[in-house]
Nanobody, 123 residues
């Protein structure tokens, strides 16, 4: 079992910045993906960004939703078991609950979610 604890959400004006953090309760010693998803009221949960753990011979792979490319940056610190989401040039349409996700496959598929953190961008 893995717990994910998010922090860093809040209220910010359009054009401002926020940094989200998500700490896992334990390390995962196999290739895994951490990411951020968001869900706005009345909408489905959508991908924001993901980042893989990388391996001995390869670095991390990063993926962004088109709507956040150039404004958001995902990163991770494997030693701290933490993934970050730096959000710049925020827009009102970025308002949502942001969820952290951790997943990997090792014989079976494992998929964990954080409790979510609210991000509100005022115009």
């Amino acid at each position: 079992q893995v717990q994910l604890v998010e922090s860093g959400g809040g209220l910010v004006q359009a054009g401002g910045s926020l940094r989200l953090s998500c700490a896992a309760s334990r390390s995962i010693f196999t290739l895994n993906t951490m990411g951020w998803y968001r869900q706005a009221p009345g909408k489905q949960r959508e991908l924001v960004a993901t980042i893989t753990s990388g391996g001995i011979t390869s670095g991390s792979s990063i993926n962004y939703a088109d709507s956040v490319k150039g404004r958001f940056a995902i990163s991770r610190d494997n030693a701290k078991k933490t993934v970050y989401l730096q959000m710049d040039s925020l827009k009102p349409e970025d308002t949502a609950v942001y969820y952290c996700n951790l997943r990997w496959s090792l014989g079976q598929h494992y998929d964990y979610w954080g409790q979510g953190t609210q991000v509100t961008v005022s115009s």
